[in-house]
């Protein structure tokens, strides 16, 4: 049964940071592209985040560069999200996904259909 489990959301005041979590079990974690996405009520869902297979080559999206860091432990199957400075915009639902249809580090720009598999999400709260 595949999974991807996020944990780590929370509230918190501007300017401090929050670390996501991500775990994954039931695939080939090392094998896939793996992103982060977020969304607020009545927006589209954005990804901000991504990194490649082998190489762990990472990819941010202009709003989060700078202040998130995206990193992967391939042994334990994570993916984890470290959000610094974060600003009371950063407010949303966040998610993991994973897709195998792309190796290269930039797959957060990709069409969210192509992505196989999707946690339940994590809610982060920025107040200001």
């Known amino acids: 049964q595949v999974q991807l489990v996020e944990s780590g959301g929370g509230s918190v005041q501007a300017g401090g940071s929050l670390r996501l979590s991500c775990v994954g079990s039931g695939f080939s974690f090392s094998r896939y592209c793996m992103a982060w996405f977020r969304q607020t009520p009545g927006k589209e869902r954005e990804g901000i985040a991504s990194?490649?297979?082998?190489?762990?080559?990472?990819q941010y999206v202009d709003s989060v560069r700078g202040r998130f860091t995206i990193s992967r432990d391939k042994a334990q199957a994570t993916l984890t999200l470290q959000m610094n400075s974060l600003k009371p915009e950063d407010t949303a639902m966040y998610y993991c996904?994973?897709?195998?249809?792309?190796?290269?580090?930039?797959?957060?720009?990709?069409?969210?259909?192509?992505?196989?598999?999707w946690g339940q999400g994590t809610q982060v709260t920025v107040s200001s």
């Open positions: 996904a994973a897709t195998r249809m792309y190796s290269g580090s930039k797959c957060y720009d990709k069409p969210q259909r192509d992505f196989a598999y």
């Open positions: 990194i490649s297979t082998y190489a762990g080559a990472a």
